[in-house]
């Protein structure tokens, strides 16, 4: 499709999702006062201070603008990578102590995950103040309703075209002992306000652009891939358009890094990402990427892993396959017809593409290209696989698996995963 369309499309496909409530493009950074006055009057502003100083005084003088008082008179500093239990913890007490009316939150989506779950704890704290009691669906919604509180406006500032947190019910929290990622999957924590302006991104380290381009491209192809017969349509014209804008966008934005117009076509995509997700959840590489994260990016985790689970997948779902193999082959990296494969053999040729199109942006593509990868991680993987806290997302598998396959299945995925050996994956009839 040519790509002015395919944009046109995308930013008519994202205000039909977000409406008012989300300013997106280039050059919208200064609208953050006007959502936040919305909001309340007096916020309180979480961002890195260091990385993002310029950024943060054109934020803090939208905000004076519209007259919103910074809680505390200082902008207090965000979460670490990977969104760490002690984060948390440490943001859910500044907003105890300084007693906002709002929250603005300036990041990335460990940030982003950090401030929904923070304000979780500090609004719920009567009810339970553990992060464990709202681990899983809808245990945030149910704390609300035992004790009619709710939670504060918080209002999302996206500085990475990555995850969509900023658009989602999704926060990710981790255990950094364990090593472990947890979910917390819940419609009450969808930042009420949300604003990205592509043009932030242009300082991205290169890493970082392509790990979240893989991280949105993962969005739209899990839920596409996962999605039921009756939404399939609604759905795949959000996983496929931003599927290919993250194709094409991807290169360049990493090459190239003041490109506007692939910074633009890159944060369109990774948007639809964060849509499709609403639409049904994400499942097998996200899955085995929670138990990779002292050793990998989430993104980078979960794009090697959707290689190997296209092959495990193919069989149950072949025209999601295949219509996705089309757009790989659209973009030269497959040169072979699909129309005449199937089952298993469907899927390792749209892995293979997948694989190409990763080694034209420096992508790796199996697990032992991660520094630090062993045998340990499959075993960690798989026990997380068996964890009821999870379970959602292998109940979530194109290929239905229950926790006492897990060893049969999901084993040899990982196995394959860690060569790059297609024969290993064991197809379920």
């Given at each position: 499709?040519?790509?002015?369309?395919?944009?046109?499309?995308?930013?008519e496909?994202i205000?039909?999702?977000?409406?008012?409530?989300?300013?997106?493009?280039l050059?919208?950074?200064?609208?953050?006062?006007?959502?936040?006055?919305?909001?309340?009057?007096i916020?309180l502003?979480?961002?890195?201070?260091?990385?993002?100083e310029q950024?943060?005084?054109?934020?803090?003088?939208?905000l004076?603008?519209?007259?919103?008082?910074?809680?505390?008179?200082?902008?207090?500093?965000?979460?670490?990578p990977?969104t760490?239990?002690?984060d948390?913890?440490?943001?859910?007490?500044?907003?105890?102590?300084f007693?906002?009316?709002?929250?603005?939150?300036?990041?990335?989506g460990?940030?982003?995950?950090a401030a929904?779950?923070?304000?979780?704890l500090?609004?719920?704290?009567?009810?339970?103040?553990?992060i464990?009691?709202?681990l899983g669906?809808?245990?945030?919604?149910?704390?609300?309703?035992?004790?009619?509180k709710k939670?504060?406006?918080?209002?999302?500032?996206?500085?990475?075209?990555?995850?969509?947190?900023?658009l989602?019910?999704?926060?990710?929290?981790?255990?950094?002992?364990?090593?472990?990622?947890?979910?917390?999957?819940?419609?009450a924590?969808?930042?009420?306000?949300a604003?990205?302006?592509?043009?932030?991104?242009?300082t991205a380290?290169?890493?970082?652009?392509?790990?979240?381009a893989?991280?949105?491209?993962?969005?739209?192809?899990?839920?596409?891939?996962?999605?039921?017969?009756?939404?399939?349509?609604?759905l795949?014209?959000?996983?496929?358009?931003g599927?290919?804008l993250?194709?094409?966008n991807?290169?360049n934005?990493?090459e190239?890094?003041?490109?506007l117009e692939?910074?633009?076509?890159?944060?369109l995509?990774?948007?639809?990402?964060?849509?499709?997700?609403m639409?049904?959840?994400t499942?097998?590489?996200?899955?085995?990427?929670?138990?990779?994260?002292?050793?990998?990016?989430?993104?980078?985790a979960?794009?090697?892993?959707?290689?190997?689970?296209t092959?495990?997948?193919a069989?149950?779902?072949?025209?999601?396959?295949?219509?996705?193999?089309?757009?790989?082959?659209?973009?030269?990296?497959?040169?072979?017809?699909?129309?005449?494969?199937h089952?298993?053999?469907l899927?390792?040729?749209?892995?293979?593409?997948?694989t190409?199109?990763?080694?034209?942006?420096?992508?790796?593509?199996k697990?032992?290209?991660l520094?630090?990868?062993?045998?340990?991680?499959?075993?960690?993987?798989?026990?997380?696989?068996k964890d009821?806290?999870l379970?959602?997302?292998?109940?979530?598998?194109?290929?239905?698996?229950?926790?006492t396959e897990v060893?049969e299945?999901?084993?040899?995925?990982?196995?394959?995963?860690?060569?790059g050996?297609f024969?290993?994956?064991?197809?379920?009839?």
């Open positions: 499709m040519d790509k002015n369309q395919l944009k046109k499309e995308a930013y496909l205000r039909n999702f977000k409406g008012k409530s989300y300013s997106f493009g050059d919208v950074l200064d609208s953050v006062g006007q959502h936040t006055a919305k909001c309340g009057k916020a502003v979480i961002a890195n201070t260091k990385l993002h950024i943060i005084n054109r934020i803090l003088n939208s004076k603008k519209h007259q919103v008082t910074i809680a505390g008179g200082r902008v207090f500093h965000n979460a670490k990977n760490p239990r002690e948390v913890y440490r943001l859910e007490s500044y907003i105890l102590h007693k906002p009316d709002c929250i603005v939150v300036i990041g990335g460990s940030s982003i995950d929904k779950i923070a304000n979780a500090a609004s719920l704290g009567v009810y339970s103040p553990e464990d009691t709202y669906a809808g245990l945030v919604t149910k704390g609300i309703k035992q004790t009619g939670l504060l406006p918080l209002v999302a500032v996206e500085m990475a075209a990555s995850s969509g947190s900023h989602t019910r999704y926060a990710v929290v981790t255990d950094p002992v364990a090593g472990q990622k947890k979910l917390i999957v819940d419609d924590i969808i930042p009420n306000r604003i990205f302006d592509y043009t932030v991104t242009t380290p290169t890493e970082l652009t392509v790990d979240g893989m991280d949105g491209l993962s969005h739209c192809l899990e839920s596409f891939y996962g999605v039921s017969q009756d939404k399939m349509e609604y795949k014209k959000i996983s496929l358009t599927i290919e993250i194709l094409d991807t290169k934005a990493s190239n890094p003041n490109d692939a910074r633009e076509g890159l944060g995509g990774t948007d639809l990402g964060g849509n499709a997700i639409i049904c959840g499942n097998g590489a996200h899955l085995s990427s929670y138990s990779l994260v002292d050793i990998s990016s989430h993104g980078r979960c794009g090697i892993m959707n290689i190997y689970y092959v495990f997948f069989s149950a779902i072949e025209e999601k396959v295949r219509l996705f193999g089309n757009l790989l082959k659209e973009k030269d990296f497959i040169s072979v017809e699909l129309n005449q494969l089952g298993k053999d899927g390792v040729e749209v892995a293979g593409g997948l190409r199109f990763y080694k034209s942006i420096n992508f790796p593509i697990l032992l290209d520094p630090g990868f062993n045998d340990q991680y499959i075993e960690r993987t798989l026990q997380a696989a009821p806290q379970e959602m997302k292998l109940k979530s598998l194109p290929v239905q698996i229950n926790a060893d299945y999901m084993a040899p995925i990982l196995e394959a995963a860690k060569t050996n024969d290993l994956i064991k197809m379920k009839a």
